[in-house]
């Protein structure tokens, strides 16, 4: 896998950690749509570059 891939899920995941943290923290009280809302963004991330890097080998 070629570095500027690996960059991108670094630079990703970290933006990903860094407003996810900032939802968490500042969400009083934390409750069950806060978890869904950072799940689903992750989801909504991540999913597609899985898909289009890691997903389909018979190319």
Known sequence: MKFSIILRFIILGALWL???????A?????TL??????I?????????????YFGNKRK
């Open 18 to 24: 860094a407003l996810s943290y900032i939802v968490v």
């Open 26 to 30: 500042t969400a009083r009280p934390i």
């Open 33 to 38: 749509y806060t978890w869904f809302v950072v």
């Open 40 to 52: 689903a963004s992750g989801i909504i991330i991540f999913a597609p570059m899985y898909k289009k």
